[in-house]
């Protein structure tokens, strides 16, 4: 059975471990996740960032999701970081993840979470899942992230 709940301090590792194994993210990308945790997890007055881990019945972190408001808009989230490891993926814990993630934002009232992502071929699967789960590409922006790097905007209304 999967558990989703709030991160906690004790998972710091778990969260940092699956970043670095996925494959796809790099060193940058990786000290950005434990930048954007130790914030969640330090910082009291923190409400950009809100970070959920889900795990299995032992208790072992199978993947994570940080997200948070977007500033200046009227209900809008981010979705900034969804990962699982390599060995829980495509046993329905990133959907699972998600899911959580837009039941808890529609019943805080949320309108529309956007979520941004690259446009390799490493990042492929990763479109794909987030066009199954209901996500539509809106914007794409050739070579933002680095040359023959584009970033592709994705959302999905809640209400």
């Known amino acids: 059975m999967l558990t989703i709940r709030l991160a906690t301090e004790q998972d710091r590792d778990s969260i940092l471990e699956i970043s670095r194994d996925v494959g796809v993210f790099t060193p940058e990308e990786v000290a950005v996740v434990d930048e954007l945790l130790d914030i969640y997890l330090h ?21 994570y999701d940080c ?7 009227d209900s809008t989230y981010d979705m900034y970081w969804l990962a699982v490891s390599k060995a829980s993926q495509g046993r329905g814990v990133g959907k699972a ?6 039941r808890t934002l529609r019943a805080q009232g949320a309108r529309l979470i ?18 199954h789960c209901g996500y539509t590409g809106r914007l794409a922006v050739p070579d933002f992230y680095r040359q023959g790097d584009d970033l592709i905007v994705y959302s999905k209304p809640l209400r």
């Open 43 to 63: 910082e009291r007055d923190n409400h950009e960032y809100i970070f959920i881990v889900a795990s299995d019945e032992s208790g072992c972190i199978l993947g």
């Open 114 to 131: 956007v979520l941004e992502t690259s446009g390799t071929p490493e990042y492929e699967p990763t479109r794909r899942f987030h066009e």
């Open 97 to 102: 993840l998600m899911e959580h993630v837009e």
């Open 67 to 73: 997200y948070g408001p977007a500033a200046m808009t």
